[in-house]
Structures are given as structure tokens and as C-alpha cells.
């Protein structure tokens, strides 16, 4: 793809020769081409379009490829753009990214209309200045799952419809007036009159002679207390009206009263000639369940939880890294998981089985060669008939490169946010140097227009800063320095720092001991920070915001109070997601990205802490975070 880009004409096109693109597009395709996992490029107004050699295969053959290189996007994808382009407006517009899962998106290839499932995400690019300037797109096709799924309904319902062929004739014996009830299917079998009540005797008659007795014996033992009251037996009956045999099997159970006398007999007869082709119908259909699972590369595991072995299929022992020719038990398999994952997949079991449903797992294992990989599992929990949880099967699929594609996004994020530090740092210097002069000069204009740049430069910085600290964090490259503090000392600190940059509200920090925590003092500053400037930001100017420490058991707690907006139910919920923003007319006007509340529950989390919200719509609302006391350093 990279030589078919270079001997592109490019001049024809609205972003003109290579040599004129801006570095954020090289970049970009620098990252596009060296990569090994399918990605796609929209650039410019008419959002022309870049992919990789590892996307190409998806085009498959008589299809777009190499055709759609270079062209506007709206020609290339005629077929799916009513539904490609509300997600890229939103992209464009400043929205969110988009995550899709498993959507179908008919495309064409191979010389005609497939339909063709993908997971996908869309992300902006910026320019240079700043601006929205393409759509980068990671998807992965997921047809082969979704098929394999399909063939696993379609599976179960072949399954069901063996078991119904296999039908059972039913029987009620009173053993004080020897007659019994038995349904229509049974009745057809015996050739027995369809009355409410038949002698014994009669159906006795059905039986092949050679088979009598036998029977006879087995219902006499059968109906004796000391038998235990079990009845399970194989004889051929004869149907006196088309004399056509049948080979079954009865199997029941007696009822006694306190005295051992045998109240009721009852039971199933079933024809086992049926039997014997549903089972083969069955064997039919796991192996069809066995094409659908490897199909859709996932594996299946059938656990003991009284002996702790595993029945793996190959798949799955592969997907845990595992010899093909060796057993596998569960304390090999959470000797694999790792430490941080054990008490996490241990409490989903837990769960599982206690609630009577499927449990689903995302964790990280290392293979026994010492690599690691990411695991996703399912199952669902059996139990016999004293309620007791026996066995749990499910299905394993291998999601490693899924979570390495999450890392290259958060590593691209982290990486071009750093890349903008530089400028902004050169551009506060020179704003801060003409702001001087401007001092000098007495140029009141100058200094007021230079105030209003250097603040959306600290916006920006700020955004930046947070950018980066989500990509550390999500890289696990967050380091808490802790240390011990006075917590009301940082609380009166920040709130007189914050109150000189906002003197448009009455910030009250209510009286307070001093409360010594052993934490990271920056980040704590930080979550501090962020919860009084989202209730300068929600609140009308000249309102109070009401700061408060107190002490709740082994927990230090602080809250922040507004009277502002307020936030929804549906809303509160979500409040602390990534990237997640109120949508409302109220508060359009108000900046923001959804990454402040993010990082503070994240942060308050890391130290053991809690955060959460108390709101009101229209009447306002109160945050509140949670930290362990120093309690002697430990």
C-alpha cells in the first residue's frame, strides 16, 4: 500500500502533491502503513481515502481495492453511506469517537453485495492548527465469529428438535386397583383403547412373550418399600393391531405411604429406535458445533467444580498457551491468570453460580512459556437436581490483539498530545514576553487580548496534561508518589488558589480539623481542583460552593457543593466514564472533553478511596471522595 500511495497522482486530487501535505498527515500514514492490524484513513473535505496492507484482505477480490485509493469517500462507499456517515459527522463535529461492535455493514466484494460484519472505532485527526482534518479508522472483521454464532443457534435448535422426535409415552399405575392412566403416544404403542383407566393386565399383553416375566417381576419388586421404589428396564412390545414391534425403555419411581404400602407407580416409556436416531442426530449436531467453534476461533471447556478437571477442546488449550496432549485442571488454569485478575474472576464465579447466571471475563494470563496474553471467557453454571452447582461449561476466545490495538490508540494519543507540548510551552513564553511589554506600554487593549490568549493556551495545556495522564493511565504508567499530609492544610491551599483565578463565586471552606493521609499529594490537589472547577463551571456567578472535610470511620471524605445545574439520573451513572459528557442545552456552551471526573475517580481509586455523586436536576449537586487516614503510615 505504501508503493501504490507513492505512485498515486496525487496533483488531481483536493490535497495536491505529496510534497505539500502537512506533517500531521504523514504521521498519520506513517502509522497507518506499519501497522499489522487493519486500519483506514479519511482525510480532508472530501475525505479521500488511505488503508493498510492489513486491511486490504477485507476488500476481498473483484472488489474496491485498489480503486477507492485516493478517492472521496462518498464515491468509494455509496453502498453503506447512509450508515457510515452519521458516525463520521459525529467525528468531525467534535463528538466523541465511535466504538461499533459486531455491526453489519453490507459491502462489495468478490463481484458482488456481501454482508460483512466489523468492530470498529473512528477517531479525529487534527492538523496543525488544531482543527479536525480526517477520520482514523481500527476495525477488524468479525464475520467468522458472527457466523459461528448463528451456527450455534441454529445447532441448538436441530438439538431441540432431535430431543422432541425422541418423544415419551407416560404411565400412572394404582397399584390398589391395578389399572393405569397412560397418555396417547403410549396408548398407540400398546394398542390400547383410548379409556381413562386400563387394566393392567391388558397392556401386560403387548409385552413379547419373551419379555413378560421379566417385566412382571421388575413391577412386583418394584412396588415392594425395600426395592427402594426404582424402576428402569428394556423389553420389545408388540402392537396387536399392525403387530409392529418396538424396543423401550420404562423407567419410574414408586410413592409409599407411612405403612410401605405403594401408593403410585409412575413413569416414562420411551421408544429407544427413536432414541437411537436422535442420538445420531445429536452426534450430528455437536459436530456441526465443533465446525462452528472453530470457525469462530473459540474454544470450549466443561469444568468439574467437585474435582477441578477441565475437559478443554483444542481451542481452548491453546487460547491458555497449554500442551494439546496434557489434561488440564482449574488450578492450572488460575495458576495462569494473573495475580491482579485471580480475586476478580474468582468473585464473577462466585456471582455466577450463587445467582443462577452466566458469568463473562476479560483477564490477563501468561502462557507457561512466560508470554502474556489477554483471555476472554464465558459460561454458565450446571447444578443437579439438590440444587448444588456441578459443572461449568462455556467458551474461551483469545482477545490479545484487540488489547494490543486499545494500547497502540492510547500510546497514538499519548504520543501526539506530547508532540503539542513543545509549541504550547514556545507560545506561552512569547504570549508572556508581549505581555510584558504591553505592561510597559501602557496598552490596555494589547494586554486584555493577550490575557484571553493565554488562557485558552492554559486550556489547552490543561487538556493536553489530561490526554496524557489518561494515556499513562491506561498504560499502568501512572506512579502514585505518596507521602503524608495535612488534608484540610491542601483543601485551604487549592481554595484560596482557586478563588484568585475565580473570583466570580463565594467559595466557603467549612471548619475543619487536621486530618493527616498518606497519599499522593499532586494528584489528590488534582481531584481537588477539578471537582471546585466543575462547580465554578455548573453554577451561576455569585453562587456558593461549600467545601467540607470530615472524618467517616477509617476514611478521611471531602465534598464540594453547588447550587448549579444539577445532573439527571440517567446521567449520574455515567458521570465518571471516559470521555463521557452531559448532553444538555443547558450547559452546550461549556467546554469539556469528559476527562476530569475520569481521572479523579480513577486517581481517588488507586488509593483505595471512593467517589461519588449526590445531585438534584436544576438544584445542584455535591461530589464526594473517600480516603484510607495514615493510620500510623501503614
Not at 139 to 162: M, N, P, R
Not at 273 to 280: D, F, G, I, M, S
Request: charged share 25%; proline share 4%.
Amino acid at each position: 500500500m505504501g508503493s501504490l500511495i507513492r505512485s498515486f497522482d496525487w496533483s488531481e486530487t483536493s490535497i495536491g502533491d505529496p510534497a505539500t501535505w502537512p506533517q500531521s498527515l504523514k504521521t498519520t500514514l506513517s502509522i497507518v502503513l506499519h501497522s499489522k492490524f487493519p486500519m483506514f484513513l479519511w482525510w480532508g473535505p472530501e475525505l479521500l481515502c488511505f488503508y493498510n496492507d492489513a486491511y486490504r484482505p477485507s476488500l476481498g477480490q473483484d472488489g474496491k481495492h485498489p480503486g477507492i485509493l485516493g478517492r472521496p469517500a462518498a464515491e468509494a462507499w455509496p453502498e453503506i453511506w447512509p450508515v457510515i456517515k452519521p458516525l463520521i459527522d459525529q467525528v468531525l463535529s467534535g463528538g466523541d469517537s465511535t466504538w461499533s461492535e459486531d455491526q453489519l455493514i453490507p459491502i462489495y466484494r468478490n463481484g458482488k453485495l456481501e454482508d460483512v460484519y466489523w468492530t470498529f472505532s473512528y477517531s479525529p485527526v487534527n492538523d496543525e492548527s488544531g482543527s479536525i482534518a480526517g477520520v482514523f479508522v481500527t476495525c477488524t472483521e468479525t464475520t467468522g465469529k458472527i457466523q459461528a454464532i448463528k451456527d450455534i443457534q441454529s445447532s441448538k435448535d436441530d438439538l431441540d428438535f432431535a430431543l422432541d422426535a425422541a418423544g415419551l409415552g407416560t404411565f400412572d399405575l394404582n397399584p390398589a386397583t391395578n389399572t393405569f392412566k397412560g397418555n396417547t403416544r403410549l396408548k398407540e404403542w400398546f394398542g390400547l383403547t383410548p379409556d381413562k383407566e386400563i387394566p393392567l393386565p391388558l397392556a401386560i399383553t403387548s409385552i413379547a412373550e419373551k419379555d413378560r416375566v421379566r417385566v412382571m417381576d421388575a413391577i412386583y419388586q418394584v412396588l415392594q418399600y425395600e426395592s427402594g421404589g426404582y424402576y428402569d428396564i428394556e423389553y420389545t412390545i408388540i402392537n396387536p393391531k399392525n403387530n409392529k414391534e418396538r424396543l423401550v425403555r420404562a423407567v419410574g419411581k414408586a410413592l409409599f405411604d407411612n405403612d410401605h404400602v405403594a401408593l403410585r407407580f409412575s413413569g416414562t416409556v420411551q421408544d429407544i429406535t427413536l432414541e437411537t436416531n436422535a442420538r445420531k442426530a445429536f452426534e450430528d449436531t455437536y459436530q456441526r458445533l465443533e465446525i462452528a467453534l472453530d470457525a469462530g476461533k473459540l474454544g470450549s471447556y466443561d469444568m468439574d467444580l467437585a474435582t477441578g478437571n477441565i475437559v478443554c477442546s483444542d481451542q481452548c488449550k491453546m487460547d491458555y498457551g497449554w500442551p494439546l496432549d496434557e489434561p488440564m485442571n482449574s488450578t492450572d488454569l488460575m495458576d495462569m491468570i494473573n495475580p491482579e485478575y485471580k480475586e476478580y474472576v474468582q468473585e464473577l464465579l462466585k456471582n455466577s453460580i450463587i445467582q443462577h447466571n452466566s458469568y463473562h471475563a476479560e483477564y490477563m494470563i501468561t502462557w507457561p512459556d512466560g508470554s502474556s496474553h489477554w483471555m476472554s471467557a464465558s459460561g454458565i453454571p450446571h447444578y443437579n437436581d439438590k440444587g448444588w452447582a456441578v459443572r461449568i461449561v462455556g467458551v474461551t476466545y483469545d482477545i490479545t490483539e484487540r488489547k494490543i490495538d486499545e494500547q497502540r490508540k492510547n500510546d497514538f494519543i499519548g504520543m501526539v498530545s506530547h508532540e503539542l507540548k513543545t509549541p504550547l510551552t514556545s507560545l506561552k513564553g512569547y504570549v508572556q514576553i508581549l505581555h510584558s511589554k504591553a505592561k510597559k506600554k501602557d496598552d490596555d487593549f494589547t494586554i486584555n487580548a493577550l490575557s484571553k490568549v493565554e488562557t485558552q493556551v492554559n486550556k489547552m495545556s490543561t487538556m493536553i496534561n489530561s490526554f496524557l495522564n489518561v494515556s499513562r493511565l491506561e498504560s499502568g504508567k501512572i506512579h502514585l508518589d505518596k507521602q503524608e499530609f495535612d488534608l484540610h492544610k491542601l483543601l485551604t491551599d487549592t481554595v484560596e488558589e482557586i478563588m484568585l483565578i475565580n473570583p466570580s463565586h463565594n467559595i466557603a471552606l467549612l471548619p475543619c480539623k487536621s486530618i493527616i493521609v498518606f497519599a499522593d499529594k499532586d494528584k489528590i490537589e488534582h481531584v481537588i481542583s477539578n471537582l471546585l472547577s466543575n462547580a465554578i463551571k455548573y453554577s451561576p456567578r455569585g453562587s456558593a460552593i461549600d467545601v467540607k472535610c470530615t472524618i467517616t470511620g477509617s476514611m478521611a471524605q471531602v465534598s464540594v457543593k453547588d447550587n448549579g445545574v444539577g445532573i439527571k439520573p440517567q446521567d449520574t451513572e455515567r458521570l465518571f466514564e471516559r470521555y463521557y459528557r452531559v448532553e444538555s442545552n443547558d450547559i452546550k456552551h461549556i467546554s469539556g472533553f469528559g476527562i476530569g471526573l475520569y481521572l479523579s475517580s480513577e486517581i481517588v481509586q488507586r488509593h483505595d478511596g471512593k467517589i461519588w455523586v449526590d445531585s438534584e436536576f436544576d438544584k445542584g449537586s455535591t461530589f464526594y471522595f473517600t480516603l484510607p487516614l495514615n493510620n500510623a503510615g501503614n
